[in-house]
């Protein structure tokens, strides 16, 4: 029996892509979503399979199984971006308001300098 190869969903630009996500009944829709633009980016990244699972330190079952099925572990997920060097913008996931902005206080000019 051939395995059957695991299809990307193409989610469309980014005004669909928030609709889908602002839509997804279950997390297994969020799930799916995540492993599909996993496996968008690394083939982006002409990286295999193989290779991802070992930069991320992970079996290449699981992250098969994550990939085909968007099931795997929250290491799992973390490890497949880390692999794919995308882990820092995991803090965009929970924004945090800017500190204010400090006001700009020049001295006053000294005498005999032009201003």
Known sequence: MVPKMAQTVDYGDIERQLDFLQRAECSHDVCRYLADEV??????????????????GIPLRT???FEAEGQGSMETLVG?????ERSRYLFMLFPHDAPPRKK???PPPRAGLPE
């Open 80 to 84: 497949a971006l880390h692999a794919l």
């Open 39 to 56: 496996r968008r980016t690394r083939r982006a990244a002409k990286m295999s399979q193989a290779k991802l699972a070992e930069r991320a």
């Open 104 to 106: 700009l206080v020049l």
């Open 63 to 65: 992250y098969k199984r």
